[in-house]
């Protein structure tokens, strides 16, 4: 795994927990929500 793709996944896990915090959701319940479709890069 490059750098940058740590970085990618970092950013992804804090973007995922920020949501969690606002919305006062588990994190689990924040992921689900999203398809596949929606964490495949584009």
Known sequence: ????????????CSLIETIARKTKNHRQD???HFTKADIERQ
Do not use: A, C, P
């Not at 795994?1 to 992804?12: F, I, R, S």
């Open 30 to 32: 924040v992921i689900r």
């Open 1 to 12: 795994m490059t750098e940058k793709q740590k970085n990618d996944v970092l950013y992804v």
